[in-house]
Every structure is written in structure tokens, then in C-alpha cells.
């Protein structure tokens, strides 16, 4: 996986990098390391001088089958995010969430899942889990998810057979699993399911006002963003002496890290507020 990297400042014409691939600006040493967030998400590396500082973006620390995992790079810096940073958000295993999945599609075999999720990385890593779990029935796709998958397709990440929903019958789709974006599942869209049991798969799930607010019936805790615990790890790994938290809750991480003799500011980005489900695409 390659990403693109602008460095027309340096003389350099925008091009794509190799993970650990480094180019050279001035004086200062620049690569990038996988995220782990969705396919092709990287942290970006920067040397000068001796000192190093890396900025993270979204980052995950657990396995994804459809894109490269979390690689801590020791630094004397690190910018982090911090979208769950509460000790109340400690995420389960994703397969204990899809296996709740499966077994509510064993138990109402007559009704159809509609799983609520966001078209980049979060589509894709279910239906991967939902193969991983045993799940070789058809999954069927909102019209707006069906790009992105074709994209990881084309990048070589195997999703098996999919399929547009607008293309089934009513009755076709009963027992079938069906992934749509968020605002879909309530729309008039959702009418062509056989009385559907809603779910959404994300890590605001964790929060059940959240869930019954948007008339969620089977929330699933699944995220493509560290939790608390794997937030704190992370701040361990990299053991840098000064982290800039930001894209959260910011004072709890800084004041975590600052038990451990962590310095930590928060880093406010013009632009960004406070997030919930409706406005992170891969929460």
C-alpha cells in the first residue's frame, strides 16, 4: 500500500510512499508507518536533527483483515488522537460483536439485519469479520457502500460475494444481512427489508442513550479507533516525553499520561468539534 505524500515545498512533486519508504526535505528525514485506521491510513514520521516527532491520525490496535496494523515508532513527540479517550470506553473483541450478530440472524431467521456503518474501512472490515466468522451467505450492500468495496477489491482485499440490496426481493432478503449507511437504516430506503432488525456498528454504541436515541436495536461496539486501554499502551510504546492530544477528549488522556510523567497539551484543529456518530465516518 502506497500513500500520497505533497513536498512541492522541498522540490519534490507530490508522490505515493511505500510504508518505511523515507524522502529526504532539507534536513529532515520523512516516512510513513501504518495506522491500522482503514486501508492505506498512515502515521507520519519526522526526523530532524536527532529529535523525532510522529503524527498518528485515527489509529487501531487491533487486528483488521483489511488493512495494515498499528506500527509504534519511538519518538520524542507523538500527536495523537484521542476520540475515546474515557476509561468507559474499553472496546470488546470484535467477534464477540459479530458473533452477537449471527446468533440475533440464527434467532429471527425470518427478519432481515440492517447494520448501520460508514462506506469507508467500517463496511469492509465487517463483511471481512462476517467471512472470518463463517458467514458465506451473500452480503447485501446500500447503493452507497458498493464503491469503497471496490476499491478494496480492487486492492486486493477479498469481501466474497456482495450484492446491491435495490436488486433483491422483499422476501429474499429475510435472514439476510444487509449493511447500509447510518441514516439509511431509518429512511424510506429500509421499507424493502422484512421487518428489519436494526443494528449499528460502531464504538458509540458503548454509550446505550446513544443507541436508544437512533432506535438502534442491536448496538455492536465495534470501532476502527483505539479504545482507553489501547490509547494508554500506545502512549507507553512510543514512549515519548511529549504528546499532543487532540480529535477528542482530550483532558483525560493528558492527565493519564501525566501520571506516568508523560508531558501532554491539547491540540486544537481549526475546523474539528466534538464528534459523535453522525459525524465520525469510521467511529
Known sequence: MRAR????????????????????????RVWLAPAGHVLGSAQVAMEYRGSRAVVSGDYKRVADPTCAPFEPVPCDVFV??????????????????IRRLLDSVALFPERTHVV??????????????????????PVWLHGALIGM?????????????LRPATAAAKGELAGAIVLAPPGAVA???ARRLEDPVVAMASGWMRVRQRAKSRGVELPLVISDHADWTELNATLDEVAAPEVWVTHGREEALIHAAA????????????????????????A
Open 187 to 189: 429512511d424510506r430506503w
Open 80 to 97: 495523537t488522537e484521542a476520540t475515546f479517550a474515557l476509561p468507559v470506553f474499553v472496546h470488546p473483541p470484535p467477534m464477540h460483536e
Open 5 to 28: 505524500l505533497g513536498a512541492e515545498g522541498a522540490g519534490h512533486s507530490q508522490q505515493a510512499l511505500a510504508f518505511g519508504e523515507e524522502i529526504t526535505l532539507g534536513d529532515a
Open 259 to 282: 501520571q506516568r510523567g508523560i508531558r501532554g497539551r491539547a491540540l486544537r484543529l481549526v475546523g474539528y468539534g466534538e464528534e459523535d456518530e453522525t459525524e465520525a465516518g469510521v
Open 116 to 137: 448501520g456503518c460508514y462506506a469507508l474501512g467500517k463496511c469492509q472490515r465487517l463483511i471481512a469479520l462476517l467471512r472470518l466468522a463463517g458467514w458465506e451467505a
Open 149 to 161: 468495496c471496490d476499491v478494496y477489491c480492487a486492492r486486493g482485499v477479498a469481501l466474497g460475494d
